[in-house]
């Protein structure tokens, strides 16, 4: 059993897979504070200094108005946290955007794949089937 899994864990792929995920937990948090730190305070900035991460509704219990949301949470009030979301959700898509820009630029430097060789032509499938037919 020691042998597989010294097998299993020497495989390139997933070597390759734990760095994917390490660099990727990282880059997150620099998108996240990116998102959270400079981003999200313009877009405040830009809308009268609203602040989104602590924007939320109540759904029961009671809390008093300009409570923060992590305040509104200890209290035990049921809140949709829309500024929360909408923080992640513009966080996504910058993941999202710089993940596709890695992709297209590894697409670009990988060398093209060889093209399949060609087979024979629709003319010619076609006159060996009527051949066939023929006989």
């Not at 009268?48 to 305040?71: H, M, Q, R």
Request: aromatic fraction near 8%; avoid cysteine; proline fraction near 5%.
């Amino acid at each position: 059993m020691m042998s597989e899994f010294k097998e299993f864990i020497s495989k390139g792929n997933v070597l390759d897979l734990a760095v994917g995920v390490i660099i990727g937990a990282a880059f997150g948090k620099i998108v996240t504070s990116l998102t959270e730190d400079l981003i999200m305070p313009l877009i405040g900035k830009v809308f009268g200094g609203l602040d989104f991460t602590s924007k939320y509704i109540v759904l029961s219990g009671e809390v008093a108005p300009g409570t923060p949301l992590a305040a509104a949470r200890e209290a035990g009030a049921n809140v949709l946290a829309y500024g929360s979301f909408f923080t992640a959700l513009i966080n996504f898509v910058i993941m999202a955007w710089v993940i596709f820009m890695i992709v297209k630029a590894a697409n670009k430097a990988m060398p093209a794949a060889p093209a399949a060789p060609a087979g024979p032509s629709e003319v010619d499938l076609l006159t060996e089937i009527r051949d066939a037919l023929k006989k």
